[in-house]
Every structure is written in structure tokens, then in C-alpha cells.
Nanobody, 125 residues
Framework: QVQLVESEGGVVQPGGARRRACAPS????????MGWFRQRPGKEREVVAAIKWSGGTTLYANDVRGRFTISRGNAKNTAYLQMNSLSPAATALYYC??????????????????WGQGTQVTVSS
């Protein structure tokens, strides 16, 4: 059973930045894909960014492209999400996700297998 260990959320001021990290515990193979989804109140879970371990193919939501960067760490299969120029619209519950046998980099939540517990990121002054 894979468990995802992710960094905590928190409160960020508008225009600020936050770096998220996530790693699948008990897994050493650098395969599959990892990503983050977000869920705003009353909304469905939607993709923020995702990355394929092999080849590094990435996927971004349109509203974060150019401001957020997802990357692979060199150790412990950790994925990172650098979030810059944050606005109040980024306030949401963020979920790390991992899929060991996904095809490509899927944008739908149903395509992913493992999920973190979700952490709240609030952008507010």
C-alpha cells in the first residue's frame, strides 16, 4: 500500500509563493506519475499540475501555467510544486496524487490511484 507524505499547507499573502512536496512512502521505483489536484468549496476536484517520472512530461491547469512549476526531486521520488504569484483564487484544499500505471499524464481525478490526505492553502492578506 502506497501512502503519500506531503508537506503542510498554510496561509500565504497575495503575490506570495509556496513550495509543496510529496513523496510516496515505501516506494523506490521512479515510475508512474505524480501530481496535485485542488478542490474549492462547492467545486469538483481538478488538476493543478502533474508530471510523468519517465521523460518528465508535465501537465498544467491553464490558470497556473507560467506561475506554477512541478518537478521531480533527485532523491526519495519526491515531487515538488512551486507556486508563485499566488492570488486568493488559489485558495483550496490541495491533494497530492500518485499513479503507478497511468497512461500519459491524466487530467481527471478518476485516473489516479493514490491520494494524500489533502492540505489547505489559503491566500489571504
Amino acid at each position: 500500500q502506497v501512502q503519500l507524505v506531503e508537506s503542510e499547507g498554510g496561509v500565504v499573502q497575495p503575490g506570495g509563493a509556496r513550495r509543496r512536496a510529496c513523496a510516496p512512502s515505501g516506494r523506490t521505483e521512479r515510475s508512474g506519475a505524480m501530481g496535485w489536484f485542488r478542490q474549492r468549496p462547492g467545486k469538483e476536484r481538478e488538476v493543478v499540475a502533474a508530471i510523468k517520472w519517465s521523460g518528465g512530461t508535465t501537465l498544467y491547469a491553464n490558470d497556473v501555467r507560467g506561475r506554477f512549476t512541478i518537478s521531480r526531486g533527485n532523491a526519495k521520488n519526491t515531487a515538488y510544486l512551486q507556486m508563485n504569484s499566488l492570488s486568493p483564487a488559489a485558495t483550496a484544499l490541495y491533494y497530492c496524487t500518485f499513479g503507478s500505471s497511468v497512461v500519459g499524464v491524466p487530467s481527471t481525478a478518476a485516473s489516479w490511484t493514490y491520494w494524500g490526505q489533502g492540505t489547505q492553502v489559503t491566500v489571504s492578506s
